[in-house]
């Protein structure tokens, strides 16, 4: 419920902040100021009806080219009005601006029926309290103080800095998985925000999370990380014997797999004496790593001395 309830709210706090903007304000009298509130919500809302009546249509009414054609087709029902351009356009933008916030969780596919590839950031989940709460903020200033247009830009400010800071993190963090493992150049690397907190919204530090996830042909990685630098160990850090393709979806990458294939948890990874090792366990087996730069590939070393695996492990 928490879900469909933010998602929504999300949309309709933005459109009625949108038809404030386009308004350039209102007057000082609240009751006249909340029909125009209402219509940019039920604009900002109207492209998710499509899932549920029309489905068919979905991908045609998040495309900018869609938003464009209703404005147009507003404008031009409206045109014996002295409103019906600028009613037009507000269409437009408030219908079109749907489309944001939904990328910034999933993908939309902006520029449909000519290209079918859907555009995803993954910074956010439509119901984080650190982006949603401004907006709420926002939006009650423009009901109760209407004139007040320093203090809803402020918040609407606060919200847009707040993603900002969330893309430069994730790609600092995207930077850090890169150089915390030696990663293979096929390898694929996924950050998005911790879905679980839309099932425990009431901890808004949780929010501030990243799982991240990597695949490549002989390794599974896949943990959690904190807002701006922490970066725990991963709950799965394993390598494998046999080198398996890559399987590619739209969504998602995974790593075929094999029947009693044999998984080794890394125990630690590191350069040491200019090759890159990794120390993994299966059982009760030790055994350890070494990169060949030649064929990208992680081969087991046939001798190991146990000093040297101390070594590795405790250096």
């Known amino acids: 419920m928490y879900v469909l ?45 499509f899932k549920y009546f029309l489905s068919s249509l979905i991908s045609l009414s998040h495309s900018i080219l869609f938003s464009l054609f209703l404005g147009l087709g507003f404008a031009m029902i409206t045109r014996k009005k002295t409103f019906s351009k600028q ?43 650190w982006f949603l709460v401004p907006l709420v903020i926002s939006l009650g200033t423009m009901f109760f103080q209407p004139t007040q247009k320093r203090v809803v830009s402020v918040f609407l400010t606060f919200a847009i800095v707040y993603l900002g800071v ?27 925000p911790t879905a679980e907190n839309l099932i425990r919204p009431l901890f808004p ?12 042909e002989q390794r599974i990685i896949i943990g959690q990380a904190f807002l701006l630098g922490r970066f725990p160990l991963p709950q799965l850090n394993a390598i494998y014997l046999s080198k398996n393709p890559l399987i590619r979806n739209d969504s998602f990458t995974y790593r075929s797999t094999q029947k009693e294939e044999r ?6 990874e590191k350069e040491f004496q200019g090759k890159h090792y990794i120390a993994a366990m299966h059982q009760d087996k030790r055994t350890i790593f070494v990169f060949s730069p030649t064929d990208n590939t992680w081969y087991e070393m046939d001798k190991m001395d146990g000093d040297f695996l101390q070594q590795l492990i405790t250096k």
């Open 5 to 49: 309830i933010s998602h929504v709210l999300t949309h309709a706090v933005l459109g009625s902040i949108l038809a404030y903007l386009l308004n350039n304000g209102f007057q000082n009298k609240r009751m006249q100021n909340f029909p125009m509130l209402i219509y940019g919500a039920m604009i900002a809302i109207s492209p998710d009806f």
């Open 87 to 129: 009613f037009g356009i507000a269409v437009a933008i408030i219908w079109g601006a749907h489309l944001v916030p939904d990328s910034l969780e999933h993908g939309v596919p902006f520029f449909y029926p000519f290209f079918d590839a859907e555009i995803s950031f993954d910074v956010l989940l439509l119901g984080d309290p």
């Open 166 to 192: 969330r893309e430069v993190d994730k790609q600092i963090f995207l930077y850090q998985i890169k150089n915390q493992f030696n990663l293979t150049p096929e390898a694929s690397i996924e950050v998005i």
């Open 205 to 216: 530090l949780d929010w501030f999370e990243w799982k991240y996830s990597v695949y490549s």
């Open 263 to 268: 998984q080794y948890k890394v125990l630690v």
